[in-house]
């Protein structure tokens, strides 16, 4: 499992009372392409999320920071994590009810596992951030 900690400074408390709807909207996310949440902690002025552990790091880490020549991206690992992190998105925007709008998509976010399959992790955080950043600008 992995936990993360939800940072409270950044709750509102607005966002603090929806914080349980987003979890629930978090927890009905199911495809094989997004890392799953299995539960969560709203105790004691804490906010922490469950998740299921992916092992092998993120897209960001592998394209970035390895030096194990073993641990390079093929042509075809590399249209296997741009094919189901796409898939992924599709299922976010298309599939969802309500549809889901990542807001923080990067290849950080990219989680790997030992196959190299791509599972888009903090789907559904943004729900939980100030609504300053949530701003949509509107163009006249």
Known sequence: MAIKKIDNAALSLQE???FLEAVSNMSRLRHQNIVTLVGYCA???QRLLVYEYI???SLHDMLHFTDDSGKTLTWNARVRVALGTARALEY???VCLPSTVHRNFKSANILLDEELNPHLSDCG???LTPNTERQVNKWG
């Open 92 to 94: 976010l925007h298309e």
């Open 16 to 18: 603090e009372d929806n």
């Open 55 to 57: 092992g092998n790091g």
């Open 125 to 127: 955080l943004a729900a």
């Open 43 to 45: 105790e004691h002025g």
